[in-house]
């Protein structure tokens, strides 16, 4: 017997959040992360589509009123300890309506990881995961850059 999948999360009248990747349009966000963001441009839209199938947890957000994606995270996990958070976007025409904040919240504080250590990379917006208690890496992080370029894709 399948589980079903948890109700859709309202926040107001205009966006619901989900967390249920079968309601994920994937090509508004490949489309997105392609032509949108500074980061990971690099990658072609199978690498996107595998990055989310490969994530542990996704959510998005929708214009109710055009079922548009107007706002998309996904985390990788073991599930148990620990999660990374990327990816994060909320589409410029739906902005100014705390989405960004909403969907960290609903990432992180409404999900099963709500206990797990989050980590993240981002060049700016540091104000809004310092708000979800994100802080500086002391002494104990480490991180191994990438040493090696990524192979041509096919
Ligand atoms: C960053 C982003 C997700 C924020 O979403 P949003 O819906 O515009 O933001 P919200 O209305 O929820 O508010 C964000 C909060 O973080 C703060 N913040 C700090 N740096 C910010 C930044 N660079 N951009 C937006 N908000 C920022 C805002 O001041 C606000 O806090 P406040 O309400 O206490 O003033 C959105 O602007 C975006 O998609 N930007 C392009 C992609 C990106 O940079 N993603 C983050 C890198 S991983």
Redesign the pocket.
């Given at each position: 017997m399948t589980t079903p999948p948890p109700p859709p999360v309202p926040v107001d009248d205009r966006f619901e959040f989900f967390d249920d990747r079968a309601r994920l349009d994937y090509d508004a966000v490949v489309e997105f992360l392609t032509h949108h963001?500074y980061w990971g441009k690099w990658r072609s839209r199978a690498d996107i589509r595998n990055a989310i199938d490969g994530s542990w947890r996704v959510v998005g957000a929708i214009d109710t009123a055009t079922g548009d994606l107007v706002a998309f995270a996904r985390a990788i996990s073991d599930g148990v300890t620990v999660a990374y958070l990327a990816d994060?976007?909320?589409v410029p025409s739906a902005?100014?309506?705390?989405?960004?904040?909403?969907l960290v919240d609903e990432m992180i504080e409404r999900g099963p990881g709500v206990h797990f250590r989050w980590l993240l990379h981002?060049d700016?917006?540091?104000?809004?995961y310092r708000?979800f208690g994100f802080v500086d890496p002391d002494e104990t992080v480490l991180e191994r850059r990438r040493i090696r370029p990524i192979p041509p894709r096919p």
């Open positions: 963001v994060v976007f909320v902005r100014g309506h705390s989405l960004g904040k909403k981002t700016d917006a540091h104000g809004l708000q």
